[in-house]
């Protein structure tokens, strides 16, 4: 599986190990809460280069999906801003209450979530034609085209016509990678996708991922896995309540964490395996 | 007391007529009511208060009111209101009707209720939105689901349509209660009729099963 | 439309309607009563381990399920005096034709929360050392009627509406009583709208009740 994925390689970039700067994305004291106290963004500041893996971990309502949700324009934000490749993508004091501004941005994010991503009424193929046909006004024959190509350099091709239902779990999870990938999107969001999976198939989607990542394509991921972080990371972020607590190169976040908070979130976590 | 089931037979002929009569009642109101309780639940998903006060008031009234006294309702009163004679049979097809449109307008809501939150959030990742969203993902897979409880609430209206004997039409049940009183015999004929109302409404209940099951985890997880 | 609504000859009719709710609610209430015990019970029977226990109990279940209520009504009324040469006042003749056709519409559900208890906790209650019926009592029956509230609430309901049949074999009901009125009175379109009316008022807090508990289970399960 070593032909590339992205149909156009991402342009090279220079990569500065300790720098947690970047202009790719920027969030600027971005705030969100549920109400009645639930903050599970407080003022929270981040960027990210665009050939940054980033890499979220914290426990659980640290804010960590979200990041993820609000970058994909599926939850609005009530303060800060977002810039997004040097424009400003959201805005959690606009009258639109924290959407993305531009749609036109919101379509080079793609995100894959952890539970039932397929649609599971359309085949495979139909699957991944859908959002390139009626969005992007590819015709059926070029919409093909392409998921075919996708689906052989991750090898399904077999399931080009087969049901979601027929599939396993990291099949489903790779089909709906290679979905996203349709959109050539300039920015992948992984939401805990192996989470739901059996180990046996965590390593194919994982593979998948590596991948991507090797072609250079912007991720922020959110994952439980430490040792996947560990490979795939650019920079580790930790957050809790809603905060950044600390960030930086997965070598120095996982031996050597500087915050307390984040050696006792690491101890914990890292203890099991 | 002597029981005689076998005199049930030699009056099959009646006893058909008065199916015939049943199935053809249930099956056109259940076409028309399922037609117009999906349009009344495309309805129900209006903002407008206006539509939706008045749509879901109606749905209310004809879920939480006998069966028995709105095909009353129906039959004595609708021609007291309107001023104008109104056949049976028209009255009946009624009643039923509305009946059934309001069950299947709850079918379709709870259909598309349960479609998970994640199919949304796949459509605004993947920048599918508004008419496309919803006649290529979210439609389809609301029919798909409703299609178990639909076919429930046809054997329902099935067992229900039994209500109609009491304002005189000659189904099932009336012509099983008739001539159970004409020959005496309720026993042997109210449980014949029992026995065919069975048989037409247990394979059809299998039947959802076996469609829940197979069709389902095809399509729908 | 030119009719002219008169409620006023309603009044003199209280009395009447007030006997005849007391007897829908009867019916309403203690069928409701007998449902939800000997659904329980008849859950249990189609879950037990020999055959010839859960078959029968399966065939009443399907028996009541899948032949209209007013059918099983009208056979109770006329064939039971017949069959066993008793006399049974219509009202609890009523109350046996209603309360098991609940039963059986009960018993479904009650399997539904049965089934629906994780098969971890009836481990735990074998390792825990608790008896066969130590664990029906204090694990599976709490669990399964906590999962089968809401439909066991909206057949009760539906019982309620079904009682309306008994008019039909002249048990002296809301329903009998309103049929009687409006046609003494040449005014079917008053007294039907108020018979409807009370029955909607009588079913309605109970339909927001099952709502609301509903929304309490889904949040439930989301966490």
């Given at each position: 599986m070593t032909a590339p994925l992205l149909v156009a390689a991402q342009p090279q970039a220079s990569f500065v190990?300790?720098?947690?700067?970047?202009?790719f994305i920027q969030l600027r004291d971005v705030y969100k809460s549920y109400g009645?106290?639930?903050?599970?963004?407080?003022h929270l500041s981040l960027d990210m280069r665009a050939d940054d893996r980033l890499v979220i971990i914290g426990?659980?309502?640290?804010?960590k999906s979200s990041l993820l949700r609000v970058m994909m324009g599926l939850e609005s934000i009530q303060g800060g801003t977002i810039n997004f490749q040097g424009q400003p993508y959201?805005?959690?004091?606009?009258?639109?209450?924290?959407?993305?501004?531009?749609v036109r941005l919101q379509t080079q994010v793609g995100m894959v979530f952890q539970?039932?991503?397929?649609?599971?009424?359309?085949?495979v193929l139909s699957n991944l034609i859908l959002a390139p046909m009626k969005?992007?006004?590819?015709s059926k024959a070029q919409a093909t085209e392409k998921a075919r190509i996708f689906l052989a350099r991750l090898g399904l091709?077999?399931?080009?016509?087969?049901?979601?239902?027929?599939?396993s779990g990291g099949q489903k999870q790779r089909v709906a990678i290679a979905r996203a990938l349709m959109l050539e999107p300039k920015l992948m969001l992984f939401d805990e996708?192996?989470?739901?999976?059996d180990p046996e198939m965590v390593t194919e989607v994982q593979n998948v991922m590596m991948q991507l990542a090797e072609e250079k394509m912007a991720m922020i991921i959110v994952t439980h896995d430490m040792h996947f972080a560990k490979n795939i990371a650019s920079r580790v972020v930790f957050c809790a309540n809603g905060k950044v607590v600390e960030q930086g190169p997965p070598a120095q976040i996982f031996?050597?964490?500087?915050e307390p908070r984040t050696r006792e979130f690491l101890e914990k976590v890292l203890h099991l395996g | 007391m002597q029981l005689d089931f076998w005199v049930v037979l030699s009056y099959w002929q009646v006893l058909a007529k008065g199916l015939a009569l049943t199935l053809a009642f249930t099956v056109s109101c259940a076409v028309l009511g399922s037609v117009c309780g999906f349009l009344l639940s495309l309805l129900r998903l209006s903002k407008s208060p206006l539509i939706r006060i008045p749509t879901g008031l109606y749905v209310e009234l004809f879920r939480g009111t006998p069966l028995l006294i709105q095909l009353f309702w129906i039959f004595f009163c609708l021609p007291v209101v309107f001023g104008i004679s109104v056949p049976p049979y028209v009255s009946v097809v009624l009643a039923l009707t509305l009946y059934m449109t309001a069950i299947t307008s709850e079918t379709f809501r709870g259909a598309l209720k349960s479609i998970p939150s994640e199919q949304h959030d796949a459509c605004t990742a993947l920048g599918v939105a508004s008419w496309n969203k919803v006649f290529y993902v979210i439609f389809p897979q609301a029919l798909l689901r409703a299609v178990p409880p639909l076919l429930s609430n046809v054997v329902s209206l099935f067992k229900e349509s039994a209500l109609i004997s009491s304002v005189g039409i000659a189904d099932l049940m009336f012509v099983g209660q008739n001539i159970s009183n004409s020959t005496a015999r309720p026993v042997e004929f109210l449980s014949a009729v029992a026995v065919i109302y069975f048989l037409v409404a247990f394979p059809l209940t299998r039947l959802v099963g076996v469609i829940e099951t197979r069709m389902l985890r095809r399509y729908a997880y | 439309m030119n009719y002219q609504f008169d409620f006023h000859f309603l009044t003199g009719n209280f009395g009447a309607l007030w006997e005849g709710l007391k007897v829908t609610l009867q019916l309403a209430l203690v069928s409701n009563v007998e449902g939800l015990i000997l659904g329980f019970g008849l859950c249990l029977l189609t879950l037990s381990r020999w055959f010839f226990i859960r078959w029968p109990a399966q065939l009443f279940i399907e028996f009541f399920r899948c032949t209209p209520a007013l059918l099983q009504i009208v056979w109770f009324f006329y064939c039971l005096p017949m069959l066993f040469n008793v006399f049974i006042d219509p009202i609890t003749m009523g109350v046996l034709a209603l309360g098991l056709n609940l039963t059986a519409f009960n018993a479904e559900a009650y399997r539904a929360g049965v089934q629906a208890v994780p098969r971890e906790h009836l481990d735990a209650c074998v390792a825990l050392g608790l008896r066969p019926w130590q664990r029906t009592l204090y694990v599976i029956l709490p669990q399964a009627v906590r999962t089968a509230l809401p439909v066991l609430m909206t057949n009760g309901i539906s019982i309620l509406q079904q009682s309306a049949l008994v008019a039909i074999v002249a048990v002296a009901d809301l329903m009998y009583v309103g049929k009687s009125i409006a046609t003494e009175a040449y005014r079917p379109l008053e007294t039907y709208s108020l018979i409807a009316l009370i029955y909607f008022a009588l079913s309605l807090p109970i339909a927001q009740l099952v709502q609301w508990l509903e929304r309490r289970q889904d949040t439930a399960l989301a966490r």
């Amino acid at each position: 599986m070593t032909a590339p994925l992205l149909v156009a390689a991402q342009p090279q970039a220079s990569f500065v190990p300790d720098s947690a700067g970047g202009d790719f994305i920027q969030l600027r004291d971005v705030y969100k809460s549920y109400g009645e106290g639930l903050v599970v963004m407080d003022h929270l500041s981040l960027d990210m280069r665009a050939d940054d893996r980033l890499v979220i971990i914290g426990p659980s309502g640290s804010g960590k999906s979200s990041l993820l949700r609000v970058m994909m324009g599926l939850e609005s934000i009530q303060g800060g801003t977002i810039n997004f490749q040097g424009q400003p993508y959201i805005d959690g004091n606009a009258r639109n209450q924290g959407k993305p501004l531009d749609v036109r941005l919101q379509t080079q994010v793609g995100m894959v979530f952890q539970h039932y991503t397929l649609f599971p009424h359309l085949s495979v193929l139909s699957n991944l034609i859908l959002a390139p046909m009626k969005v992007h006004g590819l015709s059926k024959a070029q919409a093909t085209e392409k998921a075919r190509i996708f689906l052989a350099r991750l090898g399904l091709e077999s399931k080009l016509n087969a049901y979601p239902s027929q599939l396993s779990g990291g099949q489903k999870q790779r089909v709906a990678i290679a979905r996203a990938l349709m959109l050539e999107p300039k920015l992948m969001l992984f939401d805990e996708v192996t989470s739901a999976l059996d180990p046996e198939m965590v390593t194919e989607v994982q593979n998948v991922m590596m991948q991507l990542a090797e072609e250079k394509m912007a991720m922020i991921i959110v994952t439980h896995d430490m040792h996947f972080a560990k490979n795939i990371a650019s920079r580790v972020v930790f957050c809790a309540n809603g905060k950044v607590v600390e960030q930086g190169p997965p070598a120095q976040i996982f031996t050597q964490p500087k915050e307390p908070r984040t050696r006792e979130f690491l101890e914990k976590v890292l203890h099991l395996g | 007391m002597q029981l005689d089931f076998w005199v049930v037979l030699s009056y099959w002929q009646v006893l058909a007529k008065g199916l015939a009569l049943t199935l053809a009642f249930t099956v056109s109101c259940a076409v028309l009511g399922s037609v117009c309780g999906f349009l009344l639940s495309l309805l129900r998903l209006s903002k407008s208060p206006l539509i939706r006060i008045p749509t879901g008031l109606y749905v209310e009234l004809f879920r939480g009111t006998p069966l028995l006294i709105q095909l009353f309702w129906i039959f004595f009163c609708l021609p007291v209101v309107f001023g104008i004679s109104v056949p049976p049979y028209v009255s009946v097809v009624l009643a039923l009707t509305l009946y059934m449109t309001a069950i299947t307008s709850e079918t379709f809501r709870g259909a598309l209720k349960s479609i998970p939150s994640e199919q949304h959030d796949a459509c605004t990742a993947l920048g599918v939105a508004s008419w496309n969203k919803v006649f290529y993902v979210i439609f389809p897979q609301a029919l798909l689901r409703a299609v178990p409880p639909l076919l429930s609430n046809v054997v329902s209206l099935f067992k229900e349509s039994a209500l109609i004997s009491s304002v005189g039409i000659a189904d099932l049940m009336f012509v099983g209660q008739n001539i159970s009183n004409s020959t005496a015999r309720p026993v042997e004929f109210l449980s014949a009729v029992a026995v065919i109302y069975f048989l037409v409404a247990f394979p059809l209940t299998r039947l959802v099963g076996v469609i829940e099951t197979r069709m389902l985890r095809r399509y729908a997880y | 439309m030119n009719y002219q609504f008169d409620f006023h000859f309603l009044t003199g009719n209280f009395g009447a309607l007030w006997e005849g709710l007391k007897v829908t609610l009867q019916l309403a209430l203690v069928s409701n009563v007998e449902g939800l015990i000997l659904g329980f019970g008849l859950c249990l029977l189609t879950l037990s381990r020999w055959f010839f226990i859960r078959w029968p109990a399966q065939l009443f279940i399907e028996f009541f399920r899948c032949t209209p209520a007013l059918l099983q009504i009208v056979w109770f009324f006329y064939c039971l005096p017949m069959l066993f040469n008793v006399f049974i006042d219509p009202i609890t003749m009523g109350v046996l034709a209603l309360g098991l056709n609940l039963t059986a519409f009960n018993a479904e559900a009650y399997r539904a929360g049965v089934q629906a208890v994780p098969r971890e906790h009836l481990d735990a209650c074998v390792a825990l050392g608790l008896r066969p019926w130590q664990r029906t009592l204090y694990v599976i029956l709490p669990q399964a009627v906590r999962t089968a509230l809401p439909v066991l609430m909206t057949n009760g309901i539906s019982i309620l509406q079904q009682s309306a049949l008994v008019a039909i074999v002249a048990v002296a009901d809301l329903m009998y009583v309103g049929k009687s009125i409006a046609t003494e009175a040449y005014r079917p379109l008053e007294t039907y709208s108020l018979i409807a009316l009370i029955y909607f008022a009588l079913s309605l807090p109970i339909a927001q009740l099952v709502q609301w508990l509903e929304r309490r289970q889904d949040t439930a399960l989301a966490r």
